[in-house]
């Protein structure tokens, strides 16, 4: 799961243009999937599913303590931890992106899973 989570990062980093640059590619990734597994398993389903993955991040990464998951699915605090290189920002990232897609996979499968990732990322090459 941390490299599929990193290639989504990765795929999202590349993608960004200019006047995205002021969002952190992790930000994007993650809104990129509340959108789309909201349409799957509902709003409160999605931040269910997000809540536990950052609880299993925060103990790995102790940065994440700050972060806190608001009502909508969104992660607040997270943009300010993924822009300090210095704070672990890049394991922020693929910790709280890998434990949600590992919850996914332990909760609908790895073939659901995958393609519900690569609806949200159609042109990402997410192979190994």
Same mark, same amino acid.
């Given at each position: 799961m941390r490299d599929l989570a990193r290639r989504l990062l990765d795929a999202e980093a590349a993608t960004q243009s200019a006047t995205d640059a002021r969002v952190h590619e992790a930000v994007q990734v993650f809104e990129t999937l509340r959108i789309s597994l909201t349409r799957f398993a509902g709003a409160d389903g999605f931040t269910s &599913? &997000? $809540? $536990?993955?950052?609880?299993?991040?925060?103990?790995?990464?102790?940065a994440l303590q700050t972060v806190k998951?608001?009502?909508? @699915? $969104?992660?607040e605090g997270l943009a300010e931890i993924v822009a300090d290189a210095s704070n672990g920002g890049a394991d922020a990232a693929v910790a709280i992106t890998a434990h949600?897609? @590992?919850?996914?996979?332990?909760?609908i499968g790895d073939l659901l899973t995958l393609r519900l990732v690569r609806e949200a990322w159609p042109d990402a090459s997410l192979d190994k």
């Open positions: &599913l &997000l $809540r $536990r993955a950052l609880a299993l991040a925060q103990a790995e990464v102790p998951v608001m009502a909508d @699915g $969104r992660l949600l897609l @590992g919850l996914l996979v332990t909760f």
